[in-house]
């Protein structure tokens, strides 16, 4: 089992800048992609941006790419999510999700990260 807790949201002014934690515990070694996913009101859940703990490859979503960067701090066993330059849009509930999968790809697909936190909220105003 792996345990993922994120931190971070919060409330900010379109143009601002947040970043969200994901902090994993347990059988971390299980695991080889850790992502971030989003969910607006009324709208499906949507991958954000992803990593992969070989390579460090990293995919975005194209309504973020050039705002967002996602990290990795293996020693801490942490991944961040930067977010600049916050649009009303971006607001949501970010969920960190892990798994395991052989090659990269994107969109995520939900069912291959079987691991998930509860959530952290971030809303941005205009």
């Known amino acids: 089992q792996v345990q993922l807790v994120e931190s971070g949201g919060g409330s900010v002014q379109a143009g601002g800048s947040l970043r969200l934690s994901c902090a994993a515990s347990?059988?971390?070694?299980?695991?080889?992609?850790m992502v971030w996913f989003r969910q607006a009101p009324g709208k499906e859940r949507e991958g954000v941006a992803a990593?992969?703990?070989?390579?460090?490859?990293?995919y975005y979503a194209d309504s973020v790419k050039g705002r967002f960067t996602i990290s990795q701090v293996n020693a801490k066993n942490t991944v961040y999510l930067q977010m600049n330059s916050l649009k009303p849009e971006d607001t949501a509930m970010y969920y960190c999700?892990?798994?395991?999968?052989?090659?990269?790809?994107?969109?995520?697909?939900?069912?291959?990260?079987?691991?998930w936190g509860q959530g952290t909220q971030v809303t941005v105003s205009s």
């Open positions: 999700a892990a798994g395991f999968t052989y090659g990269g790809s994107w969109p995520p697909a939900e069912y291959e990260y079987p691991y």
């Open positions: 347990g059988y971390t070694y299980s695991v080889n992609c």
């Open positions: 990593i992969y703990a070989g390579g460090g490859s990293t």
